[in-house]
C-alpha cells in the first residue's frame, strides 16, 4: 500500500503510517533475545515463590492447616499464609472477593492457600506438596444448572429491552426457540503468569509483570501492602501473550511477588507451572442461551428473546463487563424489531471466569448465528439469504440498546464482496452435489458477518496518556500506557510518533510500560490499545513539534506552514537544518522539549443503569466463508478452506493487521472447534495441560486460508488516521466454521436443527449426526 500524502499537520508525506513495516521486536521473537521477565538477569539473591493449595479439597471451610513440614523442608526461607498480608487480602479488580491467599475457606479447587519462598525453583515446588490441609467439605455448585436451582449469581441480573417482544412473539408468524450451550476458553499464552518483584527504600516496590493493566496491578499491590500507589512501579516491556487472561488475573501473582519480597527483603519471582496456572486462572465464560425468535416466512425476525446464563466461577472478577458485552453482541449484524435480551452472572465453585478476546462478545454473537442458522434450516432457506434479509440497513438500524448502527452499508459491502470473491453461489451447489452422493462424508459451507463495537464500554477506561521526549541528539523517546503482548501495538504508536515528528524509525526508542511515567493507564484491552495510545503519543509529539514549528519560523524568518519535518531534517523556508541542530537551538532557547499526550475517546455516553446512550464509538465489519467436511462415522472435521474480508479502515500497519486477523481467526476456530474445558462434578479442572486440552496446530489451518483488507475508505470516527481496531473483531470471523459444521450436520435431515453445542468437538459432532439419524434433532 502506497503512503498517501497527508499534509494538513505533518507538513510532510507520511513515511511510516499505512506501511507493512515489521514489528519492532520480530528479529528478537525469531533470534531467541527478546527479553521476557524470566529471561531477565535475576538479581543477587533472588528467591523463588511456589502457590500451595489444598489438593484434595474441592470447596469448604478450612479445619486445620498444617505446614510444620513446609517450613522444614530444605531451602525454604519463609511460608506465607493469609495472616501475612499487611494490608487488604483481596486481588480483585474492582469488586471484591478474591483473596489473594485464603482465608478461613476454600472457594474452588485449586484456591492458593499458603505460598513457598526458597531459595530455587524446584526447592519451592517439591515443599509446596508437603502441607497438610483438612477441609470440611461442601457439596460444590459447578453447572448452570446447579446454580440455578441454588439462585445464586455474583452481579444483579441485568436487561435490555425495546418493544413489546413477548407480544409479538405472540402474534409472529412462525416461532422457534431452543437452548445452545456455548463452552468456555482457555488463554494458553505461551508465557505463563509470573511476576518479579524487587524491593526498594522507603517501602517501595519495582514490580516486573506480566500484565495487560500495569495500573492496576499497581493499585492492588499497594492496597495488599498497605502502601500508597507512589512507592509501586509495575514495569512490563513484553508478555509472551495475554488474550484478556493477563488483565485482571495477573494481580494475584504480583501480590504473591510483592509480599514474598517484603517479608524477606529481598527480590523475589514467581512463575506458575502450566498445570497450576490452568487450574488456578479464569477462563473465557461458558454459557447456557435460552432463545426464542418470531419471524415471518421468508425468515425476516419480527421478535427475540434472549437468555444469558453465564458460569462465572466464584467471583464477580470482570464478568460485569463480559456479560454486558455478550449482551450488546446478541445481535451480530441483524436487526431486532422487538426485543428483549436478559442476563444472569451465576456463581459456582469453580475459578472465577475473567476477560478473553472479545470479552463475552463471541458469545453473544454466536448465539445469534445459531439463531438464524435454526430459521434457515427450517424454513429450507440458504442461510446466507436469511442473514442478509436481517441486516441492518437505513431503516432499520437501532440496536436492542438504542446506538444507532451508521456504518451499515459498510456491514453489506463485506458481505457482497466476499459473497462474489469466494462464488459462495455455485459452491453452495457444489456443496450440495457431493452430499446427495457421498454417505459417510459431508461437506457444510457458511459465511457469516461480524459487527463488533469498539471502546470500553465503561466510560472511564476511555482514555490513554503518553510521554515522548525529544533529544538534543535528535533522537525520540516513546512511552505510553499501553501493552504489547505481541500484538504489534508497539510498532504502529511508533510509526505514528515518527511521522509527526519527521524521523526515522531508528531515531524512536520504544521503552517498556511503566507506571512511574505514565500513570492511571487503563487496560490494554477491548482492541482500543492503539486507537488510544497512539493518539495520545500523536499529540505529545505535535505538541513538541508545534514548539518547534514556532521556534523555526522566528529563527528562519519564514511563515510556520512552510516549515516541514521530513527524514530527521527541517525545511524552513530556504533553510535546512537537522532536527538535532533545531532541537539543540530550542533547549539552548530554554523550550521544553517534552510532552504528556492525553487523549479521551469521544462520543462515549452509556450510562447502564438506565441502559441508555451510546456505548461505543464505532463498529468494526468484517465476514468469513468456510468449507468444511466431516466424517459421520467418527465425528472428525476438516476445514477445507477458509476465505476472510475484513474491515480495519485505513490500516496503521496492513502486514501487523493481518497477522492480527489470521490469529484472531485461528483462535476462534480453536475455541469453537478442539478447545474444551471439562470439570468433574466435584469442580475439579480435569482438561489442565497440553494433553488433554487441544489447541489448533499448524494442521488445522486450512491449505486455503486467504485473509483480505477491505479496501475502506477510512473510518468515518475521527481516530487515528482513520485506523479501526483489529485485536478482538477477527475472533468473531470463526463463527462461519461452527455455522459450517452445522449445515454439514442438517444435510443428514433437511428442515430439523442439529443439537450441536460448542465447541463441535469430534465428539460433539458424532453426537448431533446420531440425534439427526435417529430422530432427536431439535
Known amino acids: 500500500m502506497n503512503a498517501p500524502h497527508d499534509t494538513r499537520r ?176 482457555e488463554h494458553f499464552y505461551l508465557e505463563g503468569q509470573i511476576a518479579m518483584a524487587i524491593p526498594g527504600e522507603d517501602r517501595s516496590m519495582l514490580l516486573h509483570t506480566s500484565t495487560q493493566h500495569p495500573t492496576e496491578v499497581q493499585h492492588v499491590v499497594a492496597k495488599v501492602l498497605g502502601l500508597p500507589d507512589a512507592l509501586v512501579t509495575a514495569e512490563v516491556r513484553r508478555m509472551g501473550g495475554g488474550f ?117 462478545g463471541p458469545q453473544g454473537m454466536l448465539a445469534a448465528e445459531r439463531m438464524l442458522d435454526a430459521i434457515a434450516i427450517t424454513l429450507g432457506l440458504d442461510p446466507l439469504e436469511v442473514r442478509k434479509r436481517n441486516f441492518y440497513t437505513a431503516e432499520r438500524n437501532l440496536t436492542p440498546y438504542g446506538m444507532p448502527v451508521e456504518e451499515w452499508q459498510t456491514l453489506h459491502r463485506v458481505v457482497e464482496e466476499l459473497e462474489e470473491r469466494t462464488d459462495y453461489w455455485q459452491r453452495r451447489h457444489e456443496v450440495r452435489a457431493f452430499n446427495a452422493r457421498s454417505h459417510v462424508l459431508k461437506k457444510g459451507l457458511a459465511l457469516t458477518p461480524v459487527k463488533f463495537g469498539i471502546s470500553f464500554t465503561l ?94 519560523a522566528e529563527r528562519y524568518a519564514c511563515p510556520p506552514e512552510t516549515v516541514v519535518f521530513r527524514n530527521n531534517r527541517v525545511l524552513a523556508g530556504d533553510t535546512e537544518v537537522s532536527l538535532a541542530e533545531l532541537a539543540r537551538a530550542a533547549h539552548q532557547a530554554r523550550i521544553h522539549l517534552s510532552d504528556a499526550g492525553f487523549y479521551a475517546s469521544p462520543k462515549i455516553t452509556w450510562d447502564r443503569d438506565s441502559a441508555s446512550g451510546r456505548p461505543f464509538l464505532y463498529f468494526a465489519y468484517g465476514a468469513a466463508a468456510s468449507e468444511v467436511t466431516i466424517d459421520t462415522m467418527t465425528g472428525e472435521m476438516v476445514v477445507d478452506r477458509v476465505d476472510v474480508l475484513h474491515d480495519v479502515g485505513r490500516s496503521l500497519n496492513p502486514a501487523i493487521d493481518i497477522g492480527q486477523i489470521e490469529g484472531g481467526f485461528v483462535q476462534g476456530m480453536g475455541w469453537l472447534t478442539t478447545e474444551e474445558l471439562v470439570w468433574d462434578d466435584q469442580g475439579r479442572l480435569r482438561t489442565h495441560a497440553p494433553s488433554t486440552y487441544k489447541i489448533p496446530t499448524a494442521s488445522d489451518i486450512p491449505a486455503h486460508f486467504d485473509v483480505r483488507l477491505y479496501d475502506s475508505p477510512g473510518n468515518p470516527e475521527e481516530t487515528i488516521y482513520r485506523s479501526k481496531a483489529v485485536g478482538e473483531p477477527p475472533v468473531m470471523l470463526a463463527n462461519s466454521v461452527f455455522s459450517a459444521i452445522t449445515d454439514a450436520i442438517a444435510s443428514l435431515r433437511p428442515g430439523h436443527v442439529p443439537p450441536l453445542d460448542a465447541p463441535a468437538t469430534p465428539e460433539a459432532i458424532l453426537k448431533a449426526v446420531r440425534a439427526m439419524k435417529s430422530g432427536g434433532a431439535a
Open 244 to 360: 484478556g487472561g493477563k488483565e485482571s488475573q495477573a494481580n494475584q501473582w504480583a501480590c504473591l511477588a510483592a509480599l514474598a519480597a517484603r517479608i524477606t527483603g529481598r527480590p523475589c519471582k514467581i512463575r506458575l507451572d502450566r498445570d497450576d496456572d490452568m487450574i488456578m486462572t479464569g477462563k473465557r465464560h461458558d454459557f447456557r442461551v435460552d432463545w426464542s425468535v418470531g419471524h415471518d416466512d421468508s425468515g425476516r425476525i419480527e421478535a427475540v428473546d434472549m437468555t444469558l446464563l453465564a458460569r462465572c466461577g466464584y467471583s464477580a472478577d470482570l464478568s460485569l463487563g463480559v456479560v454486558d458485552r455478550s449482551m450488546f453482541h446478541s445481535d451480530s449484524s441483524y436487526f431486532y424489531p422487538d426485543a428483549v435480551i436478559r442476563s444472569r452472572r451465576l456463581r459456582t465453585d469453580t475459578c472465577s471466569n475473567t476477560a478473553f478476546r472479545g470479552f463475552g
Open 459 to 552: 466510560k472511564h477506561l476511555n482514555q490513554a496518556g503518553a510521554l515522548v521526549h525529544l533529544y538534543t541528539d535528535g533522537s525520540v523517546h516513546l512511552n505510553h500506557g499501553g501493552t504489547e503482548m505481541g500484538q504489534g501495538l508497539y510498532q504502529k504508536v511508533a510509526q505514528v510518533v515518527a511521522d509527526e515528528l519527521g524521523v526515522t524509525l531508528d531515531k524512536v526508542a520504544i521503552t517498556a510500560t511503566t507506571t512511574a511515567k505514565v500513570p492511571n493507564t487503563g487496560p490494554t484491552a477491548a482492541s482500543s490499545g492503539t486507537d488510544l495510545n497512539a493518539m495520545a503519543a500523536r499529540n505529545a509529539a505535535r505538541t513538541i513539534r508545534e514548539r518547534l514549528v514556532a521556534l523555526a
Open 10 to 185: 505533518t507538513g510532510a508525506p507520511l513515511a511510516h503510517v499505512h506501511r507493512s513495516l515489521p514489528h519492532d521486536s520480530a528479529e528478537k521473537h525469531v533470534t531467541g533475545t527478546a527479553v521476557y521477565i524470566d529471561d531477565m538477569v535475576e538479581p543477587q539473591g533472588l528467591l523463588h515463590v511456589v502457590p500451595g493449595w489444598a489438593r484434595q479439597a474441592v470447596r469448604g471451610r478450612i479445619l486445620s492447616m498444617d505446614l510444620d513440614a513446609v517450613r522444614a523442608a530444605p531451602e525454604v526461607v519463609a511460608v506465607l499464609t493469609a495472616a501475612d498480608v499487611p494490608g487488604l487480602n483481596d486481588c480483585s479488580p474492582s469488586i471484591g472477593g478474591d483473596p489473594v491467599l485464603a482465608g478461613g475457606e476454600i472457594l474452588f479447587y485449586g484456591q492458593v492457600a499458603f505460598a513457598v519462598v526458597a531459595r530455587t525453583r524446584d526447592a519451592a515446588r517439591r515443599a509446596a506438596r508437603l502441607a497438610r490441609i483438612e477441609v470440611e467439605a461442601a457439596t460444590p455448585v459447578v453447572t448452570v444448572e446447579q446454580a440455578l436451582a441454588a439462585d445464586v449469581t455474583v452481579l444483579p441480573d441485568y436487561q435490555f429491552r425495546r418493544g413489546a417482544p413477548e407480544a409479538r412473539l405472540a402474534t409472529a408468524q412462525r416461532r422457534l426457540e431452543g437452548s445452545f450451550r456455548i463452552g468456555g476458553q
